[in-house]
């Protein structure tokens, strides 16, 4: 592994934060993962303003959105991301419980790169995540201006 | 046209005009050598006028003419001197004259008087024929039971139908001569000075009217006028024809308020919806989540905990994760279900053989490692929801798979009877378990299962989603089977597009 990009994880539920990190964790990916609670501290960190004004520059290598988050939703983040000239180029992975198709017609046409839908068995949420974490954070060139750990 | 009644004198033919001519100047004759012989002088001249005279009034001119030819040679004849020669003398001559201008002027008074009758009688004829005629005519709008009234240019009612006195309940006797909006109390939809410009302008005018009926109650009636014109084209008359309107323009009412009571509804029902909908939402999202932590962390237990689990705690843990899974499978199957209950139909034509091929590749790898015989007959192209019908041929071809398991060589037949335009009937038979007709009924509940769950897994909503798609086709599903002697599963699909 030459390089490292940093996740940017999107996430209100501290389990599905625990886990999704553990899963990372057996891969060694774990490290380079920011983890904001709902919509708005995602957008105060990727603006740099708010508790996130003193944080290094630079975007993420990808972002792991969750779609029902308290205050801003992950629908929304996902529209303000793709509709601002800084931050469009950050791949954004949707990475949500739900099988609804209205969720994810709506993430495809806001631009959304990738949408995984979390699977209950605990294996294939570890292999899901860890493929994820792998291709974002490593195989895939992040665009410019992303952090990345040599 | 001539048309002679009885008691009226019937036209003397020629030949009896001229007889009669003969026959009253003999009379005549016969009478004045009478009064001779009885020594009266004088008499016998207006004696033979009497002739000329009857036979004018009675024949025709050339009888007259006849007549006074007779006259003039029988009073020569015998009575003038000398007698019994047709010889007379100079002086007599203006007596002849004064005779026959006499005769003439009779004659012609009688032909004036019977060309007066003739055409006396032919005006009355005429006059009698159309009477008849628009007698009949008037009769003939009697029997309609459209409404029919005429007024004058003054609102006077001069003509006044059946179906009037039906629809207002004024005799043709109690209205006509009446003043019509006196009558009717009529208001219009526009006013009265709008429709008179249209009607002089058109010849027409239609509307609806709200008018009075006799007993006092109200009616509505979709009202016709025709404008009349006299020969000298100055309006004379205004024909209307009113048909009653109120029990449509109640119904139109009715359907007024019941779509607004529908469209009330519909609000409702889309707001359930609406409901349902994020209620479904909530489910897939906050069901699963907790169920993916218990696995999740249980999985973590197993792995963290291994050395100091003995074999019983390792079952307990591998029956939690299980049961977890299990419910994961219950919550994607039910999520399935209530959205073909929501989704909308997208309706084609489609080919179901295509669509059978699609499921069976499906449902193919579930029997993989079996003996498993799929015969597929030919299925016609019909109207539906491609995918939805998919899922509900994927549901019924996997359940067969599973129900023949144990069997040493499955067969699976699908194929279609009762082909009609507008229906037809799918069927997937196998040589499976089958069921016990009794049992029949719970077949397509949800949640409802005929097997032991160690024999045949499964959610028990498999039939259920398939009866919704097929309710959502117009169509019904039935099942027949005997207990470990397979078991046939029906549907059928209407073709209509409200279905």
């Known amino acids: 592994m030459s390089t490292l990009g940093r996740i940017l994880m999107v996430e209100d539920d501290p389990r599905d934060v625990e886990l999704t990190l553990t899963a990372l964790e057996e891969y060694n990916l774990a490290n380079e993962v920011v983890v904001t609670r709902d919509g708005e501290e995602a957008l105060d960190y990727l603006h740099q303003r708010g508790n996130f004004e003193a944080r290094s520059n630079g975007n993420p290598a990808v972002l792991l959105l969750d779609l029902k988050l308290p205050k801003v939703d992950g629908l929304e983040v996902l529209k303000q991301i793709k509709s601002d000239d800084k931050l469009k180029l950050i791949p954004v992975v949707v990475l949500t419980s739900s099988h609804e198709e209205r969720d994810m017609v709506a993430s495809y046409k806001l631009g959304v790169n990738a949408y995984v839908v979390k699977p209950v068995d605990f294996h294939e949420f570890v292999n899901a995540i860890k493929e994820l974490g792998v291709f974002w954070a490593v195989i895939n060139e992040a665009p410019p201006g992303s952090v990345r750990k040599k | 046209m001539a048309e002679w009644k009885p008691g009226l004198p019937k036209p003397l033919s020629e030949i009896q005009g001229y007889l009669l001519a003969v026959f009253s100047v003999a009379v005549a004759l016969g ?9 009266f002088s004088g008499v016998q001249v207006p004696l033979f006028l009497f002739a000329v005279a009857i036979t004018s009034w009675y024949a025709s001119s050339g009888a007259a003419a006849l007549a006074l030819v007779l006259s003039c040679l029988s009073f020569d004849y015998f009575f003038v001197e000398p007698i019994h020669s047709l010889t007379m003398t100079r002086s007599d001559l203006p007596y002849f004259i004064a005779f026959a201008s006499f005769s003439l002027l009779v004659s012609w008074f009688a032909s004036v008087r019977r060309r007066v009758e003739l055409e006396l009688l032919q005006s009355r004829d005429e006059l009698r024929n159309e009477v008849v005629e628009r007698t009949q005519q008037a009769s003939l709008l009697n029997l309609t039971h459209d ?4 007024r004058d240019m003054s609102d006077v009612i001069t003509y006044w139908n059946r179906g009037a006195q039906e629809m207002y309940g ?9 003043q019509a909006h006196e009558l009717l109390h009529a208001i219009f939809p526009v006013p009265m000075d709008d429709i008179r410009a249209e009607l002089l302008r058109s010849g027409r005018w239609d509307g609806e009217v709200e008018k009075t009926r006799a007993d006092g109650t109200r009616v509505v009636v979709a009202s016709r006028w025709s404008l009349r014109r006299d020969e000298h084209d100055r309006p004379a008359a205004i024909l209307e024809t009113n048909n009653d309107v109120t029990e449509r323009k109640r119904r139109e009412e009715e359907i007024r308020t019941l779509n607004e009571e529908l469209g009330k509804r519909t609000t409702e029902l889309e707001a359930i919806n609406k409901e349902l909908e994020a209620f479904a939402y909530s489910i897939s999202h906050d069901l699963r989540a907790p169920l993916r932590h218990m696995v999740g962390f249980t999985e973590l237990l197993q792995k963290s905990a291994a050395s100091i689990l003995n074999e019983k705690s390792q079952r307990y843990v591998g029956i939690i994760l299980e049961s977890a899974k299990k419910m994961g499978n219950l919550i994607d199957d039910l999520l399935a279900f209530s959205r073909i209950g929501r989704a909308e139909t997208h309706k084609k034509l489609v080919s179901l053989d295509e669509i059978v091929q699609e ?3 499906e449902v193919r ?23 939805m019908l998919r899922l509900a041929l994927v549901n019924l071809m996997s359940n067969a798979a599973k129900f023949t398991r144990t069997r040493p060589k499955a067969e699976i037949e699908i194929g279609c009877m009762d082909q009609k335009p507008d229906q037809i009937v799918i069927f997937i038979r196998d040589n499976g378990v089958g069921f016990n007709m009794k049992y029949a009924n719970k077949l397509f509940g949800v949640f409802q299962r005929l097997h032991p769950l160690e024999s045949f897994e499964g959610t028990g909503i498999g039939l259920a989603t398939v009866q919704r798609i097929v309710h959502r086709h117009g169509g019904r599903v039935w099942a027949e089977g005997l207990v470990d002697q397979g078991a046939t599963f029906y549907f059928s699909l209407s073709k209509s597009k409200g279905a």
């Open chain 2, 31 to 39: 009478l004045a050598l009478l009064v001779e012989r009885l020594h």
């Open chain 2, 147 to 150: 409404t029919i009234f005429v």
């Open chain 2, 170 to 178: 004024w005799t043709a006797e109690e209205a006509i001569g009446k």
């Open chain 2, 359 to 361: 499921a069976l590749s």
């Open chain 2, 365 to 387: 790898h579930e029997t993989e490692g079996r003996d498993v015989v799929w015969k597929v007959a030919a299925l016609p192209a019909w109207f539906g929801d491609g995918s």
